[in-house]
Antibody
Framework: EVQLVQSGAEVKKPGESLKISCKGS????????IGWVRQMPGKGLEWMGI????????RYSPSFQGHVTMSADKSISTAYLQWSSLKASDTGMYYC?????????WGQGTLVTVSS | EIVMTQSPATLSVSPGERATLSCRAS??????LAWYQHKPGQAPRLLIY???TRATGMPARFSGSGSGTEFTLTISSLQSEDFAVYYC?????????FGGGTNVEIK
């Protein structure tokens, strides 16, 4: 069974850094792209970008380019989403999802709250 | 980037009725269009991919149609568990943009 398990909820202050994770199991982690999707409070889904763990090829949405970094450690089947300096507007739920054409398997989500 | 526009934003439907949701792309995405169901507190769930193929385990009352720039998701007879927000997404071009969603609510 394909599973994506994300790290737990985070509460941070503006300006702090953060790295959240998404661990894949039940499939060949290096053979499928992993995408990241944001949902801000009361809003819709936004596609942030995607990484191919096999060679770390990464594509970012222009809306998120330069503000987040995606990475992957294939030795532990884990993808990461990180911020070097959080803003209050980064508050939201973040999902990882495995791409097989469309996005067929999703993590449970990581809630990130940024507040002073 | 390709802009995905969903209509209506909210659809009020009685249980047992038919619901028709629309999704329009700003340029052709061929058949590389997916529909997702999203309920509060849960992860989104893939319903339809390739514009018209039901994902594994999805009930037959869900159907998708269209190609190019115009797409439709039809729920033939709404069940209580179908009240949720539905998103379309194109995966033909980077970035893989979502529509703004249609909230299907109980009438």
């Amino acid at each position: 069974e394909v599973q994506l398990v994300q790290s737990g909820a985070e509460v941070k202050k503006p300006g702090e850094s953060l790295k959240i994770s998404c661990k894949g199991s039940g499939y060949s982690f290096t053979s499928y792209w992993i995408g990241w999707v944001r949902q801000m409070p009361g809003k819709g889904l936004e596609w942030m970008g995607i990484i191919y763990p096999g060679d770390s090829d990464t594509r970012y949405s222009p809306s998120f380019q330069g503000h987040v970094t995606m990475s992957a450690d294939k030795s532990i089947s884990t993808a990461y989403l990180q911020w070097s300096s959080l803003k209050a507007s980064d508050t939201g739920m973040y999902y990882c999802a495995r791409r097989s054409g469309s996005y067929s398997s999703w993590g449970q989500g990581t809630l990130v709250t940024v507040s002073s | 980037e390709i802009v995905m526009t969903q209509s209506p934003a909210t659809l009020s439907v009685s249980p047992g009725e038919r619901a028709t949701l629309s999704c329009r792309a700003s340029q052709s995405v061929s058949s590389n269009l997916a529909w997702y169901q999203h309920k509060p507190g849960q992860a989104p769930r893939l319903l339809i991919y390739g514009a018209s193929t039901r994902a594994t385990g999805m009930p037959a009352r869900f159907s998708g149609s269209g190609s190019g720039t115009e797409f439709t998701l039809t729920i033939s007879s709404l069940q209580s568990e179908d009240f949720a927000v539905y998103y379309c997404q194109q995966y033909n071009n980077w970035p893989h943009t979502f529509g703004g969603g249609t909230n299907v609510e109980i009438k």
